[in-house]
C-alpha cells in the first residue's frame, strides 16, 4: 500500500515556475515507478510524465518536454515535478501516482494509487 499526498500547487503567471512535490508512505515507494497526471475541467485525466524506480528513466508527454523535468529522491520518499515556462494551457489539477508492477506506464490504466490532486492556475 502507498498513500500519497501532493503540494506545491498554486497560481502562477505565464513563463513562471512552480515545483510540485509527492509525498509517499509505504515500504514499496523506492521500488516503484510514479508518474504525473493532469486533468483540467471537462477533460480527461492526461499523461504528464514517468519516471522509473532509480530515477534513471522518464518519459514526457510532448506538450511539457522541455519544460518539465521529474525527479525524485527515494531517501526522503518524495518524487517532484519542475514546471517552467508555464503556460495557461497547463492550468489543471495535478495528480501523483504509483505503480504496484515492474516498470514504467504512461497512461492512467498503469497506475494503482493515487493522491487528491493539487490546483495549478496559469494566468495569462
Known amino acids: 500500500q502507498v498513500r500519497l499526498v501532493e503540494s506545491g500547487g498554486g497560481l502562477v503567471q505565464a513563463g513562471g515556475s512552480l515545483r510540485l512535490s509527492c509525498a509517499a508512505s509505504?515500504?514499496?515507494?523506492?521500488?516503484?515507478?510514479m508518474g504525473w497526471f493532469r486533468q483540467a475541467p471537462g477533460k480527461e485525466r492526461e499523461f504528464v510524465g514517468a519516471?522509473?524506480?532509480?530515477?534513471?528513466?522518464?518519459y514526457y508527454a510532448d506538450s511539457v518536454k522541455g519544460r518539465f523535468t521529474i525527479s525524485r529522491d527515494n531517501a526522503k520518499n518524495t518524487v517532484y515535478l519542475q514546471m517552467n515556462s508555464l503556460k495557461p494551457e497547463d492550468t489543471a489539477v495535478y495528480y501523483c501516482?504509483?505503480?504496484?508492477?515492474?516498470?514504467?506506464?504512461?497512461?492512467?490504466?498503469?497506475?494503482?494509487?493515487w493522491g487528491q490532486g493539487t490546483q495549478v492556475t496559469v494566468s495569462s
Open positions: 519516471i522509473s524506480w532509480s530515477g534513471g528513466a522518464t
Open positions: 501516482a504509483a505503480r504496484a508492477q515492474f516498470g514504467v506506464a504512461t497512461t492512467r490504466f498503469g497506475y494503482d494509487y
Open positions: 509505504g515500504r514499496t515507494f523506492s521500488s516503484a515507478a
